[in-house]
């Protein structure tokens, strides 16, 4: 099996039974979460909204934009070679969060699970594909699906600090439980499919000698700044 088809299969595996594990569990953790002390729910409502798509995507186009116009408007081969680098970074970022956008919306539109609001109406699993209702849109969990994606790739770009940035990604996913958006197992879904997003991007991205080269085992690496720098 290549490395590609090797990640898809653990974070799908993983994502399974972890969503398996949590569903059973996913209304009592809801309504326990909800009932946490108020300063511990205005917090996490207070960050919860980090893990939207739209400004990460905004962000990420502009900053491509820039980098583009950057790159061909400079002279000097080191501003060229910088504004390429931050070129790449951009359209890494904005690949991998637009993909994992467009992913997420379309699980939620084929799956239509009730949202934790709905649970005295329509329990913890009831499924209404096809609505195009953000109340039948809790599986997977959007914000956590980009904080997934957003912080996976900044894990794959800066591997030593890997465990801060999934740290920081469940934060945003656990705040979604908190605020009563979303069930437990919407939250891990989101996270983990959001990390394989960024993955693999980095495949991709890897092939092509942007940003990332395939280490010995053939998984991506970030290359280091000089190769960057004189990559494509």
């Known amino acids: 099996m290549n490395q590609p088809l090797a990640s898809t299969a653990w974070i799908f595996l993983t994502t399974l039974l972890l969503v398996l594990a949590l569903v059973p569990f996913d209304p009592q953790l809801s309504q326990w979460a909800q009932r946490l002390p108020d300063e511990i729910v205005d917090f996490n409502r207070t960050i919860t909204d980090f893990g939207t798509f739209a400004w990460m995507i905004y962000t990420a186009a502009f900053l491509l934009l820039v980098a583009y116009i950057a790159r061909r408007s400079a002279h000097q081969d080191a501003v060229r070679r910088k504004a390429r680098t931050a070129r790449n970074l951009s359209a890494y970022f904005l690949l991998t969060i637009g993909t994992a956008s467009v992913l997420v919306h379309g699980?939620?539109?084929l799956i239509g699970r009730a949202?934790?609001?709905?649970?005295?109406?329509?329990?913890?699993?009831s499924l209404t594909p096809f609505t195009s209702?953000?109340?039948f849109e809790s599986f997977?969990?959007?914000?956590?699906m980009a904080a997934g994606a957003?912080?996976?790739?900044?894990a794959m770009l800066m591997p030593e600090l890997r465990p801060v940035f999934l740290i920081?990604?469940?934060?945003?996913?656990?705040?979604?439980?908190?605020v009563g958006a979303h069930y437990p197992s919407d939250v891990a879904a989101g996270l983990l499919l959001g990390l394989w997003v960024a993955v693999m991007i980095a495949f991709v991205f890897a092939r092509q000698g942007w940003l990332?080269?395939?280490?010995a085992g053939g998984w991506p690496a970030p290359k280091k700044a000089s190769s960057q720098q004189g990559g494509k």
Not at 168 to 178: D, E, H, K, P, W
Not at 212 to 215: P, T, V
């Open 140 to 144: 997977p969990s959007g914000h956590s």
């Open 107 to 109: 699980l939620k539109f």
């Open 133 to 135: 209702d953000r109340l």
């Open 212 to 215: 990332f080269r395939l280490d």
């Open 150 to 154: 957003f912080f996976g790739a900044f």
């Open 115 to 125: 949202r934790p609001e709905l649970l005295a109406d329509y329990g913890g699993y």
């Open 168 to 178: 920081l990604a469940v934060v945003i996913g656990v705040s979604r439980v908190v």
